[in-house]
């Protein structure tokens, strides 16, 4: 149970599950929804709605869409360009929150995907990266992996993502699905971590399969796909887009608020237009260079429309829940930084693929039988060379560059090392063995370690385990950003943050991982005519706050670690 937790609604919540968990019983069927029903109406009060669903009215469906890598600044730049239908929906007829953050430090792809339907931040999720180091034996840790399942027709890997193992609490589909079994729960995107973690334990997950073009669930979900996810990918709808040209939507001219292509940080490829693939026909590495386009996009799109027809999403009473987590931008703004023209347009592209969306959603669901959500991951800071062409302190650190500095200073005051192990999920890792050998305090090391990164031109705060632990630091800067992201059995010893316009990376344009507002402000909008009032809302609110205001949408009980508030939408 969370902090803000209900007890009663928790308690209610493991009766439900302990009545559906053996199996068909139409009397334990009966009292679970009577007892449903009855905690809906103690629980969560009744909303007066407009449009054609009568008040107290639950929606059919919910519509979980995550653009990765999508700062907020990049929606309301752009709102003048964007179709009539897309992400215009959110805006002019939905309900937006301008000033919406991630409040923990390391924001990553897994740790934001783990936020949005749990309410609840890497603390509590343990999510605290998209991988780290096992602090016993130093192996690396996948933040979805799980060695006891595999790939259903396709080759998994060592790290690969095929369960929800490592989220050590429930989401919103968990909790719903625990109310009633009947619920369907689907997450699908490019990324495993982006399907897995926000559809929960009991929701089934679907990833692209690099390799092949093709969507593929685990073993942990299924034995075998249904029928429909494997005509979708005998038909091969990949391949339609091999050496299809990325072309810009709007004329040359439009691209006046971004950076001209082909600037001298951009990784290869970035101008356009530009041909997906190449050779005679589509090969491993068309499919992994469809990733960074439009084109990947409109194939999760499809396989969400297809998932909706096949699995009857939205078509009775009982709610369900539909994430489709778009992947394509964040590696487009990885190459070329989100100030580029080619992610400008990447986002207009995204733009007029919801607008079709919505579109299909409107006829197959029904417009007042859903309500739609958009948020990010994460925003993302800019390509170094933007920031420092535009005359704005920036720089990058490397991780293995640091470790050897640090390790020399610290041997230099307390013998012979190495002290410092290695970064994990960004946070310095001390070798307790090396510390245990020579007789010096572990704590010592680390507050040596924390002292010598503070100096570092890249770092705006260091805290080192005891201070996590404690709190003592409680106050100082960033730090209960950094206590958020800090799971302590998986966690480093020193944890670091930092500066604005800085980051760990030499290997691409531009990244993201901060705790500063490039990263953490991301768009917070929500859709549905039945139980949204349109309008702009400018408090301040964090990615937590999803959750538990989807749960009184629902009206189930928020999820047991939540700590987020419910937002006005009304």
């Not at 937790?5 to 439900?16: E, I, N, P, Q, R």
């Not at 003048?80 to 000033?99: H, K, Y």
């Not at 669901?365 to 925003?379: C, E, M, P, Q, W």
């Amino acid at each position: 149970m969370g902090e803000h937790g209900v007890l009663t609604s928790g308690g209610d919540a493991v009766l439900f599950m302990g009545l559906n968990s053996k199996g068909p019983n139409p009397m334990r069927r009966l009292l679970a929804v009577a007892l449903a029903v009855l905690l809906s109406a103690c629980t969560v009060p009744q909303t007066t709605t407009s449009g054609d669903a009568p008040a107290g009215a639950k929606p059919r469906l919910v519509v979980f869409l995550v653009v990765d890598g999508l700062p907020q600044r990049q929606v309301v730049d752009y709102r003048d360009q964007l179709a009539p239908d897309g992400l215009a929906r959110f805006l002019d007829r939905g309900a937006w929150f301008s000033d919406a953050h991630y409040g923990h430090a390391h924001t990553a792809t897994a740790p934001g995907h783990a936020v949005m339907l749990t309410g609840a931040y890497p603390y509590r999720t343990g999510i605290i990266g998209n991988e780290w180091r096992d602090n016993a034996t130093g192996e690396m840790e996948y933040c979805t992996g799980d060695a006891a399942h595999k790939y259903i027709g396709h080759e998994t890997k060592k790290l690969d993502g095929t369960s929800p193992k490592n989220l050590k609490v429930e989401t919103l589909g968990d909790v719903l699905k625990g109310l009633n079994p009947t619920a369907k729960v689907i997450g699908i995107s490019i990324k495993d971590r982006g399907a897995i973690l926000p559809a929960g334990h009991k929701g089934v997950a679907y990833m692209y399969q690099g390799d092949t073009g093709h969507f593929a669930s685990s073993t942990y979900y299924m034995k075998e796909h249904p029928n429909w996810a494997s005509d979708f990918n005998a038909a091969n709808p990949a391949h339609r887009f091999f050496r299809a040209d990325w072309k810009p939507v709007l004329p040359d001219s439009a691209y006046a608020k971004s950076q001209p292509d082909s600037q001298k940080w951009y990784t290869k490829g970035g101008a356009l237009p530009k041909a997906i693939g190449e050779g005679d026909k589509p090969a491993k590495a068309f499919y992994s260079q469809l990733i960074a386009s439009p084109f990947s996009d409109q194939l999760t799109l499809e396989f969400a429309r297809a998932a909706i027809a096949a699995e009857g999403l939205g078509q009775d009473d009982v709610p369900d829940i539909l994430v489709v987590s778009l992947s394509g931008h964040d590696y487009v703004n990885h190459a070329y930084g989100a100030e580029s023209r080619i992610s400008h347009d990447h986002v207009l592209h995204i733009d007029r693929a919801f607008q079709e969306f919505f579109r299909h959603l409107d006829d197959k669901v029904g417009r007042d039988n859903y309500i739609a959500v958009l948020t990010s991951d994460h925003g993302f800071t800019p390509a170094t060379g933007y920031s420092q062409m535009m005359g704005i302190g920036a720089g990058r650190m490397s991780g293995s560059q640091t470790v050897a500095k640090l390790n020399k200073a610290l041997e230099a005051r307390f013998g012979t090392g190495p002290f410092i192990r290695y970064i994990s999920a960004r946070a310095l890792v001390v070798d307790r063995s090396v510390t245990a050998a020579r007789g010096v305090a572990f704590d010592a090391v680390a507050e040596e370690a924390r002292k010598l990164l503070l100096a570092e031109p890249a770092i705006a705060a260091a805290y080192t385990r005891a201070e996590l632990e404690s709190r003592s630091a409680a106050g100082k800067p960033l730090f209960e950003q950094m206590r958020r992201t800090w799971y302590g059995e998986r966690s480093g010893d020193v944890e670091f943050a930092f500066k604005p316009n800085w980051i760990l990376t030499t290997s691409s344009a531009a990244t993201h991982g901060s705790p500063n507002p490039d990263d953490t402000h991301v768009p917070v909008m929500f859709y549905g005519p039945a139980w949204v009032k349109p309008g702009r809302r400018d408090a301040r609110v964090e990615v937590v706050d999803i959750a538990p205001t989807l749960a009184q949408v629902l009206g189930v009980p928020a999820p047991p670690a939540s700590e987020g508030k419910a937002l006005p939408l009304r």
